[in-house]
T-cell receptor, first 111, second 116 residues
């Protein structure tokens, strides 16, 4: 079992739709949580950090449930430019601090 | 104004060859990383260096040897390339020692390696 699990999708939604992605992590020692975005044939880029209290950045809302080891990302009013792969990422200390990436959820927003 | 750059962008080579990938960051960061993203898009850390010192060495074949001549550069040399080494290799950097739990990592554009 992978340490960070995501539904690979693809999620195919019309413009303007609301879409939610979920992610679970297995290591309770995980300390930090992020969503990264990766466009086709590009590098991953940080979308937002995720805090226990939940946080919002424009149309994007992220939630963390430590008890259930569950992270979510909600995208409201989807735009064509939101089409990408969304990577759930957790950070924890091992010999040093490191990031563990999920394999990503692919989103396709259609006109 | 490239932040994290990698060369080459594409690398096609024969099995058994030795090749190097170079990475440079101009962000003044202390920590640099190499990741491998396989055909299933799974991104996995390989190595991490902090101020030229190796701090993460995941279970990677010893055909892979990172080298950090200074804190702005982290190169990856691969000996005796195998078919299974075909992947996208990303370099990344982060500001400090890699011990901050909220530290963002900035990725280079990737090197697409194809071993024939």
């Amino acid at each position: 079992r992978k340490e960070v699990e995501q539904d690979p999708g693809p999620f195919n939604v019309p413009e303007g739709a609301t879409v939610a992605f979920n992610c679970t992590y297995s290591n309770s020692a995980s300390q930090s949580f992020f969503w990264y975005r990766q466009d086709c044939r590009k590098e991953p880029k940080l979308l937002m950090s995720v805090y226990s209290s939940g946080n919002e950045d424009g149309r994007f809302t992220a939630q963390l449930n430590r008890a259930s080891q569950y992270i979510s990302l909600l995208i409201r009013d989807s735009k064509l430019s939101d089409s990408a792969t969304y990577l759930c990422v957790v950070g924890r200390m091992d010999s040093s601090y490191k990031l563990i990436f999920g394999s990503g959820t692919r989103l396709l927003v259609r006109p | 104004d490239t932040a994290v750059s990698q060369t080459p962008k594409y690398l096609v080579t024969q099995m058994g060859n030795d090749k190097s990938i170079k990475c440079e960051q101009n962000l003044g960061h202390d920590t640099m990383y190499w990741y491998k993203q396989d055909s299933k898009k799974f991104l996995k850390i390989m190595f991490s260096y902090n101020n030229k010192e190796l701090i993460i060495n995941e279970t990677v074949p010893n055909r892979f040897s990172p080298k950090s001549p200074d804190k702005a550069h982290l190169n990856l040399h691969i000996n005796s390339l195998e078919l299974g080494d075909s992947a996208v290799y990303f370099c990344a950097s982060s500001p400090h020692t890699g011990t901050s739990v909220q530290e963002t990592q900035y990725f280079g554009p990737g090197t697409r390696l194809l071993v024939l």
